[in-house]
């Protein structure tokens, strides 16, 4: 974000982005519709890396290499201190094609981001009906 280049740090806290985690994790396992597993322990050098907004899809083979049917990826970008955007993509995990994109601009302050995320999922994602 411009206010990251001109601090020269992050600007999200990681206990944020942890809560911001933890509110999609808990919104996909009660819808039912999905399991959610733990993919932050996969060898994979985007995992270690931590570049998964960076490889282009490849969260998908990671999923397929875990069991998994589809991937689940999110981005939550600061735009300014009051306002933030929130991208989440679903792939395929055997194909790589991406089955669904939802994306969503909130205002409000970094404590209001797994709000913002929840609802996202909530009113987007799992009201596409199930393929």
Request: net charge negative; hydrophobic share 35%.
């Amino acid at each position: 974000t411009p206010s990251e280049v001109y601090l020269g740090k992050s600007t999200s806290s990681e206990a944020t982005l942890a809560q911001v985690d933890s509110a999609a994790r808990a919104e996909l396992a009660q819808s039912g519709r999905y399991t959610v597993i733990d993919a932050s322990h996969a060898d994979a050098k985007a995992v270690r890396d931590q570049t998964l907004r960076n490889c282009e899809g490849c969260e998908a083979g990671i999923a397929r290499e875990l069991g998994a049917d589809e991937s689940l990826f999110g981005i939550v970008r600061r735009v300014t201190q009051t306002d933030y955007y929130v991208v989440i993509a679903i792939r395929d995990a055997r194909s790589g094609k991406l089955l669904d994109e939802q994306e969503a601009n909130f205002a409000g302050s970094e404590e209001g981001w797994p709000s913002g995320v929840r609802m996202l999922i909530k009113h987007q994602v799992l009201a596409v009906p199930d393929k």
